[in-house]
């Protein structure tokens, strides 16, 4: 996987861990598996849109930060 696919893995891992949720609490709200939520975190894969807008919004984080580290102002 791409680097950018690591990177999106750290964030979201901090951002999990921020909001307090399990790998399991995740991916249960998101609709997918524990296995795949690690997968994202260890950027062996990437999520879709839909479910990268799930993740952002359960995460309270904004899509643009996950996927490039930048926050807007």
């Not at 996987?1 to 861990?17: D, E, I, N, V």
């Not at 399990?22 to 690690?38: F, K, M, N, P, Y």
């Not at 807008?53 to 580290?69: P, Q, S, Y």
């Amino acid at each position: 996987m791409t680097m950018q696919a690591k990177l999106f893995g750290r964030r979201l891992m901090r951002a999990r861990k921020n909001r307090q949720f399990t790998q399991l609490q995740l991916a249960e709200r998101i609709g997918t598996s524990a296995t795949t939520v690690s997968r994202y975190e260890n950027g062996l894969s990437f999520p879709s849109r839909r479910r990268l807008n799930e993740i952002a919004h359960f995460l309270k984080v904004d899509i643009d930060w996950l996927l490039t580290g930048i926050k807007e102002d």
